[in-house]
């Protein structure tokens, strides 16, 4: 199955989407595993409460974040390939991150759970049918797609590496 046409996600997500160039969902998603454990581990413990301004997030709350969308993009993947038409509420990013609990052990157990996330999605996405995967639903007010939400999850943690990458310094030498 081929990638998703620009009429099966909001233009908010296209940042994500274009992350995204692999032409195939479920090999994407089985790289993306250890992708992900990859850059993961390039990220040093003693970095949780670093911020490269002090009004942006720490680094431990950009992996809380990234967590967060991962189990969300993955509720509205099953919301969807299930058939239930009901539109699906959108998340306030900063809500969540305001409320979450503050670094209480450090980055491990943030990554220990986005890693559990993506294994539990990649599982989950391995279940839909290519039907599944074409079902469209709404989500945050917007039409999306069960093959679009599995692009969005692999290119919205490819975003924030970029962002850590690029402001924070994490991960790059020198």
């Not at 160039?21 to 581990?41: G, M, V």
């Amino acid at each position: 199955m081929d990638r998703p046409g620009r009429d099966e996600y909001a233009r908010f997500y296209e940042t994500y989407v274009k992350r995204v160039p692999e032409p195939q969902l479920s090999p994407l998603l089985r790289a993306s595993e250890k992708e992900l454990e990859a850059d993961l581990l390039t990220i040093p413990e003693d970095t949780a409460v670093y911020r490269y301004l002090p009004e942006k997030w720490s680094v431990w709350d950009v992996l809380r974040h990234c967590a967060d969308t991962e189990r969300v993009f993955g509720f509205r993947a099953l919301w969807i390939a299930r058939g239930d038409e009901r539109p699906i509420p959108g998340f306030d990013e900063r809500l969540y991150a305001q409320t979450a609990s503050a670094h209480p052990n450090g980055l491990s157990e943030v990554k220990e759970e986005f890693m559990l996330l993506r294994r539990s999605n990649i599982q989950l996405f391995d279940s839909f049918s290519a039907e599944d995967l074409m079902r469209k639903g709404v989500a945050n007010g917007s039409g999306v797609t069960v093959r679009a939400l599995g692009y969005m999850l692999v290119g919205h943690w490819r975003h924030h590496l970029s962002v850590l990458r690029e402001r924070y310094r994490i991960g790059v030498e020198g």
